[in-house]
């Protein structure tokens, strides 16, 4: 099946603005989770792999996981020929295919929250998969007024932090935690431009 984002992936890792925000959040989670690597590991809506490759090292295995074929081929190719042994794509679809049947100490997810719309579900999935004593993140946008998408985009116009918190609560998770970690510069209209701000949660099992 076609996804709007097979035809993105060629050009994706062009935007140099999409490898520093990647290499932030990376480096906000790499603090978090630096007294329980090496470890197994789960990205969630990998991309071209921008965030999860920054950070595999600190992993003894890290499956990414994605629904776009095209984002995939794009990661398969710099696992070739970079070499790396301990990077794993997997394409994937936590609103409709079984949740596997293993289990990581940390899952990460960068820009992806915001186009699932059965926030609960997903959340559960991720809980699922999640070891005792994980730890769980999510990279997303604060709420905003829906100009980061702009008009027909179908999801979510970022995050309330509270109303999310409340979710992730209700799914299992504890020690809930925001930060804000960068901003996301976008022309909105001709001539006008505007920052997202970009949260980093933290939450652990």
């Not at 060629?10 to 790499?30: C, E, F, N, P």
């Not at 960068?110 to 070891?131: G, P, R, W, Y």
């Not at 730890?135 to 979510?156: P, T, Y």
Request: one cysteine or more; charged letters at 30%; hydrophobic letters at 40%.
């Amino acid at each position: 099946m076609t996804n709007e984002f097979d035809s993105k992936a060629k050009t994706w890792d062009m935007d140099a603005d999409k490898i520093l925000r990647s290499q932030k959040v990376g480096d906000a989670i790499l603090n978090e989770i630096r007294d329980i690597t090496p470890c197994k590991a789960f990205e969630y809506g990998c991309g071209t792999g921008l965030l999860g490759l920054y950070m595999h090292l600190s992993f003894s295995r890290l499956i990414c996981a994605d629904t776009s074929s095209g984002m995939l081929d794009v990661l398969k190719s710099k696992i070739s020929q970079e070499n790396i042994k301990n990077v794993f794509p997997v394409e994937l679809d936590l609103t409709e295919d079984e949740v596997p049947d293993e289990n990581y100490k940390v899952i990460f997810s960068m820009l992806t929250l915001h186009h699932v719309m059965n926030i609960d579900k997903i959340l559960a999935s991720f809980h699922q998969l999640l070891e005792s004593g994980g730890m769980f993140f999510i990279a997303d946008l604060d709420k905003e007024d829906g100009s980061f998408h702009g008009e027909g985009f179908i999801g979510h116009n970022g995050f309330d932090r509270e109303d999310l918190k409340a979710k992730v609560f209700k799914a299992g998770f504890k020690n809930i935690r925001f930060q804000t970690i960068t901003e996301i510069v976008k022309e909105v209209s001709k001539g006008e431009k505007k920052a997202f701000p970009l949260f980093l949660m933290t939450a652990e099992k």
